[in-house]
C-alpha cells in the first residue's frame, strides 16, 4: 500500500470519515477547476473581479487534492456514507462558491453570498440583488454586476442542474467505487433511472444530453438580435437547469421578444422532462418517450393549467388571446418546471390565475429532470392511491396494488412517497411560521417558504422582486429550505436521526 492511502486494515467504523474526506476532496478538487472559468470571463471583459475567482479556486484546489490524496479510499462506499458526502457537498460548495461575491465586493455579507449561491446551485433563482437588508445595506442590482459574476451565477445554475456530484462521477473514475450510492441520493424523484450498469456510463450520458440540449438552446437564441453570446448563453444555463437567474432586472420580459420568449417556453418544457427520456429519444426509442406516464401527465397539466390561466387574463385581466397564451403559458412553464423566469407581474393577476399560478408551486415537474418540487410521478401514485382506496372500501378483502402503466408500484415506494408528502407539508408549514416570526405577512410568508423548498425562486408579497429584506437568521432558514428541498428532503434529514449514527 503507498503512502499516500491510508491504511484500512482495520475494522471499519459505522460511517468512515476518512473515506468521506477523501471523495469530497476529490469534488472539492472538480469545483477549483469550475471556478477558473468565470475568471477567463472577467480576463475577456477585462474586470479585475478575476482574482475574486482566482483565490477561491487556488483553495479548493490545494484543499481539495490534499484530502484526496490523504484520505482517497478503494472501499466501497455505503448508503449511510453517500447521504453524508451527498449533504456535505452541497453545503461546502456553496460555502466555498459564495467567496467570490464577498471577495469582489458585490455583497456586503457572507450570509447573502451563501444565498445566493445555493440559490444557484439548488436551481432556486431567489436572488437577494436589488433589495434593501434588514440591516438598511443596499444590494446592487443585477446589471450593474460584472460579467464574470453574471456568468458565475448563471453557471452555478448548470451545474447544480444535472449535480456536482454527477459530474464528479462522469469525470472522476474513483467516485464510480460506491457511485451508485451517490447518484441515487442526489437524483430527484422517487427512484433513479440508471442507462447503464456502469453508474460512471450512465453520468456520462446524461451529462452529454444536458450539453446537447444546451447546446440547441444556445443557438437558437443567439440567433436572435437582441441577446449576445453572453446574454444567450447565461439563459441557456439558466433555462435547461430549471434556475431562472437572469442578467436583466426585468428577467426575460426585459427582452419584450416573442420569439426569445417562445423559445425560452419550449426549451424549459423539455427541460422539466427526464433527461433519460431525452437520451432514449436521442437514440430513436420516440415510442418510450411518448409513452412514458409521467411525461403525458405533465404534458395534460401543463396544458390544463395554460388554459385556466389564459382565460383569466383574457377575461378578468383585458388581455388579447394571443397576450393571454403568451404570457400565461410562459408563466405557467416557469412555475411548473421551478424555473422562475418572469415575464409578466402575476402579482397583478386577478386572483383566478394567481391562485392557479400558486397551486403550481406544489407540483414539480418529472423525476429525473433538473426541476424541484414534489414531482408528477409522486402526485401520480398519491391520485392512484386514493381511488384505490374507494375501491378498498366497497371491496375490503381485495388485493388491489397501485398501478402506473399497468405495473403495480412497490409499496416501498408507496410509503417513501407518502412519507415525502407528510414531511413536505410539515417542512413547508415551519419554513412559513419562521418567515412569519421574522415579521412577513402570511401571504408572503408562505410564498417564501414554498418557493425556496420547492426551488422555484420568485416569493410572493413584499419578496416577490428580491430576498434581501429576509433578517439574517430567515435567510439561513431559507437556505436550508432550498438544500433539503434539492435533495429531496430524506438525504438531509436523514443524517439528524439517531439511527443514522448508531452501528
Request: overall charge neutral.
Amino acid at each position: 500500500m503507498s503512502n499516500s492511502t491510508v491504511n484500512y486494515s482495520y475494522k471499519r467504523p459505522t460511517i468512515d470519515l476518512l473515506s468521506i474526506l477523501g471523495i469530497l476532496g476529490a469534488i472539492i478538487l472538480v469545483m477549483g477547476f469550475v471556478l477558473l472559468i468565470p475568471m477567463i470571463i472577467a480576463f475577456i471583459y477585462h474586470e479585475s473581479s478575476w482574482a475574486a475567482f482566482l483565490y477561491p479556486a487556488i483553495f479548493s484546489l490545494i484543499v481539495g487534492s490534499g484530502l484526496y490524496f490523504l484520505f482517497k479510499s478503494e472501499h466501497e462506499l455505503r448508503i449511510r456514507e453517500g447521504f453524508l458526502i451527498v449533504s456535505l457537498t452541497w453545503l461546502v460548495l456553496s460555502l466555498i462558491g459564495a467567496l467570490p461575491f464577498v471577495i469582489s465586493g458585490a455583497l456586503p455579507t457572507y450570509t447573502d453570498a451563501v444565498f445566493e449561491t445555493m440559490s444557484g446551485f439548488t436551481t432556486t433563482g431567489a436572488s437577494i440583488f436589488g433589495g434593501i437588508t434588514s440591516s438598511g445595506l443596499a444590494n446592487p442590482q443585477v446589471e450593474t454586476l460584472p460579467y464574470s459574476l453574471l456568468f458565475w451565477r448563471s453557471l452555478t445554475h448548470w451545474i447544480g442542474g444535472m449535480g456536482m456530484i454527477v459530474l464528479a462521477l462522469s469525470i472522476l473514475p474513483l467516485l464510480g467505487v460506491g457511485g451508485m450510492q451517490l447518484f441515487q441520493a442526489e437524483s430527484p424523484g422517487p427512484t433513479a433511472d440508471k442507462l447503464t450498469p456502469r453508474i460512471q456510463e450512465t453520468a456520462k450520458l446524461l451529462w452529454g444530453t444536458y450539453v446537447v440540449i444546451s447546446l440547441a438552446e444556445f443557438i437558437l437564441l443567439w440567433m436572435h438580435p437582441s441577446m449576445d453570446w453572453f446574454e444567450s448563453i447565461n439563459h441557456t444555463f439558466s433555462t435547461v437547469a430549471t434556475g431562472g437567474f437572469s442578467t436583466r432586472n426585468g428577467s426575460v420580459g426585459a427582452f419584450d421578444s416573442v420569439y426569445i420568449d417562445a423559445v425560452i417556453t419550449i426549451f424549459t418544457f423539455l427541460a422539466g422532462i427526464s433527461f433519460a427520456m431525452h437520451y432514449r429519444l436521442f437514440r430513436g426509442d420516440v415510442k418510450s418517450f411518448f409513452n412514458n406516464r409521467e411525461t403525458r401527465f405533465y404534458t395534460l397539466i401543463t396544458v390544463l393549467s395554460i388554459l385556466v390561466i389564459g382565460f383569466s387574463l383574457w377575461f378578468f385581466n383585458n388581455y388579447s388571446v394571443g397576450e393571454a397564451l403568451r404570457y400565461g403559458s410562459f408563466e405557467v412553464v416557469t412555475i411548473i418546471t421551478t424555473t422562475g423566469f418572469g415575464t409578466d407581474n402575476f402579482q397583478l393577476w386577478h386572483p383566478l390565475g394567481q391562485f392557479m399560478l400558486f397551486l403550481l408551486y406544489f407540483a414539480g415537474s418529472c423525476a429525473g429532470s433538473t426541476a424541484g418540487g414534489p414531482k408528477m410521478i409522486r402526485w401520480m401514485v398519491i391520485i392512484r392511491n386514493s381511488f384505490r382506496e374507494f375501491k378498498q372500501i366497497v371491496h375490503p378483502k381485495a388485493i388491489l396494488p397501485v398501478r402506473i402503466g399497468g405495473k403495480p408500484v412497490e409499496a416501498s415506494i408507496e410509503r417513501s412517497i407518502l412519507s415525502f408528502f407528510a414531511l413536505y407539508i410539515i417542512i413547508f408549514g415551519l419554513g412559513a411560521l419562521a418567515m412569519a416570526a421574522c415579521g412577513f405577512d402570511i401571504k408572503t410568508a408562505i410564498g417564501a417558504s414554498i418557493a425556496c423548498l420547492s426551488n422555484i425562486g420568485p416569493g410572493w408579497g413584499e419578496l416577490s422582486s428580491s430576498f434581501a429584506a429576509v433578517p439574517y437568521i430567515g435567510k439561513w432558514v431559507l437556505i436550508f429550505l432550498m438544500l433539503i428541498g434539492r435533495l429531496e428532503i430524506f438525504t438531509v434529514l436523514l443524517i439528524f436521526t439517531p439511527s443514522f449514527w448508531k452501528q
